[in-house]
């Protein structure tokens, strides 16, 4: 099956710092991936739609200033949480839709997640 | 956009017992529904998933019904098992251009089963 591979897994950080986080599809082409996120007890929140080649689409209420996204390749997506504060502490996890040549390929999965901790 | 309401929050169910949990959504045009388990700290696995064309699916233990009129899909397990215990969510999409793939989720039940 379509495996997502996504790095680190857990990160601990001081305010202010920068952290990147890593999406990669080890065994199929990904042009469309997703980032969402969570928080403990909660539901997963989509924050963007990563592109292949384009520019990733946010949803509303978070800021592409802050959460910068790119999708330079077909098997790999960044999230680069900016200047992060404990705020934004949470539970960021990738999906990738799922390869062709299935009729209709909306099956998403997801990676491992990452934990992130801003001190 | 999309709404997707989910119940009950939390199921608590004896070892052998069924158990059931419904989703509703708002966006008419939504044409797949897939359900996630997810156990702690780890990343949501998709167990079963319907399409709107189909008003009922099965995969051993665990099935799925929809109900396009009502807009209402339901997850049924059957003969629990303690390793069943996780949190189960559901999702809409709705197929075809720029949001193809994009999952609205409800907002989750932890299921706890009993030995």
């Known amino acids: 099956g379509a495996v997502v591979s996504q790095h680190p897994s857990r990160v601990i950080c001081k305010s202010g710092t920068s952290v990147k986080i890593e999406c990669r599809s080890l065994?199929?082409?990904?042009?469309?991936m997703f980032w969402y996120r969570q928080f403990p007890k909660q539901s997963l929140m989509l924050m963007a739609t990563?592109?292949?080649?384009?520019?990733?689409?946010?949803e509303q209420g978070v800021e592409k200033d802050k959460f910068l996204i790119n999708h330079a390749s077909l098997t790999l997506s960044t999230l680069t949480v900016t200047s992060a504060h404990p705020e934004d502490s949470s539970f960021y996890i990738c999906?990738?839709?799922?390869?062709?040549?299935?009729?209709?390929?909306?099956?998403?999965?997801f990676g491992s997640g990452t934990q992130l901790s801003v001190l | 956009g999309e709404n997707v309401e989910q119940h009950p929050s939390t199921l608590s169910v004896q070892e052998g017992d069924s158990a059931v949990i419904k989703c509703t959504y708002s966006?008419?045009?939504?044409?797949?529904f897939p359900w996630y388990k997810q156990e702690l700290g780890k990343r949501p696995q998709l167990i079963i998933d319907i399409r709107s064309n189909v008003g009922e699916k099965k995969d051993q233990r665990i099935a799925v019904t929809l109900n396009k009129t009502a807009k209402h899909f339901s997850l049924h397990i059957t003969e629990t098992q303690p390793e069943d215990s996780a949190v189960y969510f559901c999702?809409?999409?709705?197929?075809?251009?720029?949001?193809?793939?994009?999952?609205?989720f409800g907002q989750g039940t932890i299921l706890t089963v009993h030995p």
């Open positions: 990563s592109n292949e080649g384009s520019k990733a689409t946010y």
């Open positions: 999702a809409a999409s709705t197929g075809g251009g720029t949001s193809y793939g994009k999952l609205t």
């Open positions: 065994d199929f082409q990904a042009t469309t």
């Open positions: 966006d008419s045009a939504s044409n797949y």
């Open positions: 999906s990738a839709r799922g390869p062709p040549p299935t009729v209709t390929n909306e099956k998403l999965f």
